[in-house]
């Protein structure tokens, strides 16, 4: 399922949550780490749990973001998950270091009942970002996400308008993404009222491969989704491209042009990525 927004609401907002889930996003996340204090957690974990297993069907996928498995990521889960009345499409683990961390997790999904539920590892310290290509590979994962604020503290670097100091750490995301042939997902933009800086930034990432952004405001997700959405003149070409691939098939052929262009395996799959987004936009 191509995930082009996917916002963070607080886990202990109730009528934000069911907000959220009407917001346009393609994934919506409950976030019991970083948006909920400590006190609140065990409310936050209750609201969570009614508002999953209470919640009219709709286009947003559900994820929840747990807090870190050495800390009381497990315990999230289990209040979530107990009885297994509804489960959430995924769950965003934060800090993963490791590819035995993902496991941990899984495992314990597993001991649950919810093997089926995805997991989406945060890349955000120097450990995991050298440990990316295990983690993206790891079972249930289908996509790994870049946080931004706490990789660079992490790292000690200076944060810059340019991000420069970001772009290794985001090239390789995407690489262990592709190599993994899972999701990469962009940090979020924290900046709520510049517009124009979280379109160049998203359109930047777009350039790099990101597959999809995070997002903490609902009037972040129509700028994203916007830019996620491909072009007139771009899915043109992929269908042209898809259609020629068809021809070649049937006639055996493994090479053939779109436009005086010769077309290869990866501009194929590019062609593809086009239209997945193309159809989660509904533009054709």
């Known amino acids: 399922m191509v995930q082009r927004s996917l916002l963070y609401c607080p886990g202990d907002e109730p009528e934000m949550m069911r907000k959220a889930v009407n917001s346009g996003a393609d994934a919506v996340i409950f976030d019991l780490e970083d948006a909920v204090a400590p006190a609140a957690r065990e409310e936050a974990r209750q609201a969570v749990r009614e508002t999953i297993n209470t919640l009219d069907d709709t286009t947003s996928s559900i994820s929840v973001r747990i807090n870190s498995v050495n800390r009381d990521g497990l315990r999230d889960v289990n209040a979530v998950l107990r009885d297994g009345e509804s489960l959430p499409d995924s769950v965003v683990l934060p800090k993963v270091d490791s590819a035995e961390t993902v496991a941990t997790l899984t495992s314990h999904l597993a001991d649950l009942g919810a093997a089926s539920v995805d997991v989406i590892p945060l890349i955000e310290t120097a450990a995991g970002l050298v440990a990316a290509e295990e983690i993206a590979a790891a079972p249930s994962v289908v996509a790994i996400a870049y946080g931004d604020q706490d990789y660079t503290a992490d790292i000690g670097a200076t944060v810059t308008d340019a991000k420069t100091e970001s772009l290794y750490a985001r090239q390789r995301v995407v690489a262990a993404a592709g190599a993994a042939n899972v999701d990469a997902l962009d940090t979020v933009y924290t900046d709520i009222d510049d517009t124009d800086g979280l379109r160049e930034q998203t359109e930047t990432v777009i350039e790099f491969g990101f ?14 989704n916007d830019a996620f959405t491909p072009a007139p003149d771009e899915v043109e070409w992929a269908e042209k491209v898809i259609a020629g691939k068809e021809r070649a098939d049937e006639a055996d052929s493994g090479v053939f042009t779109v436009e005086g262009q010769m077309i290869d395996p990866p501009l194929v799959d590019r062609a593809r990525t086009i239209l997945d987004r193309a159809d989660a936009a509904g533009v054709r």
């Open 211 to 224: 597959d999809g952004k995070l997002a903490i405001h609902p009037d972040q997700v129509d700028v994203i």
